[in-house]
């Protein structure tokens, strides 16, 4: 898609990125971040022109101001990098893509852009396919199934033609914007080295060096999830705790063995964890005197857990987790509400993370023989 040049040159300053916009549907008012700032400008019906003040090369965000305030529904959002010294232009007909052009950089970018839309078409059509599954209600195991079977080949595939294409236009500098597209560590770091030196220690390097922290980050939190994934494996024979119930008495989970018990580590600050109460309940009187729960209120403050607690009416055990307890750490809980089956020995049947269908499938496995 072609943008309209004007016949009349705007200058350029070198500290600043020259933008112009033409978005159908927009509106009259644009909102822009970029390093913790947020700047808004005026247009017209989706045409905006303005300059912001850029010292690096760094990502810019162009997003509808209302989304600023938590409206998100059919929200516009356009991540772009942006280039000091440069004049960029951003249309869009639909809502259904975008084009980015403009002087030197951006023109190379849009190629780039294109050639990108075009290898990861696969995986486009995948996610497409995958929300479809989520909102027809497939459980989270096949999805789980589906992501590993499916995505998981045609991501390493998609990564593998941009490490050979950012090889293949390695003096290029919009090529150094597809880097934190890559996988792993090594992976950006064969990229990196590959890039020529004028574009990995020219005006590029910012966003080289953001994707390579980026990946750093990633590799950390694969380590720490390979970690947890150790603890929560099922047979993992849980750490004994004691926490103070709801009337301040000290609670052993060891007390309780002998029995199934449920983990529920939860929050009343939880919107999700929350959400799951009543099919808990449901659960909890349908198969009565089978299993106990006990539900472990986390990143929580007193008064507001005895609240939840007798506001919705939960007929289970109650115990509360302090800031310095090492439960958390122990249990390498990573996300809320996190539901932790044990057998009567205290063995790990099966963790599950977020508010999930198959929790209750298991559960009618378990005690609906």
Known sequence: M???????????????????????????????????????????????????????????????????RG????????????????????????????DVMGSGFYAQYHQVDLWDESASA???????????????????DSLNRYYNDVYLPLLEKYRGTLLEYIKAHSSEEATATLVSSLGSLNQVNE???ALSPAVREGRMKPLIDAAIADKMMEAQRAEEEAKAALKQAPG?????????????????????????????????WCVWCIKGFPKMKEYYEKYKGKFEIIGIACNDEEA?????????????KHVICPDDSPVLIDYAIQGFPTKMILDPDGKIVKTIVGEDPSFYTLLDELFGK
């Open 236 to 268: 993992t024979l849980v750490p004994d705790f004691t926490l103070n119930d709801i009337n301040s008495r000290p609670l052993r989970l060891s007390t309780l063995r002998g029995k199934y018990v449920i983990l529920d580590f939860w929050g009343s």
């Open 304 to 316: 507001k857990w005895k609240a939840a607690v007798n506001r919705h009416k939960l007929p289970w």
């Open 71 to 98: 409206d998100m529904e059919n929200i516009h959002v356009y991540r772009v990098p942006g280039v000091p010294g440069e004049e960029m232009h951003l249309t869009a007909k639909d809502d259904n893509r975008y």
């Open 191 to 193: 990229a990196v080295q």
């Open 122 to 140: 696969d995986l486009r059509q995948f996610v497409a396919s995958f929300n479809a599954m989520r909102e027809a209600g497939v459980e989270r």
């Open 2 to 68: 072609a943008f309209a040049m004007s016949p009349v040159a705007w200058a350029v300053d070198s500290n600043k990125l020259h933008v112009k916009m033409d978005v159908a549907g927009l509106g009259d008012s644009i909102a822009v971040l970029h390093h913790g700032q947020q700047l808004f400008f005026a247009g017209k019906q989706g045409h905006f022109e303005f300059d912001i003040e850029l010292t690096e090369v760094s990502e810019v965000i162009f997003v509808e101001p209302r989304a600023l």
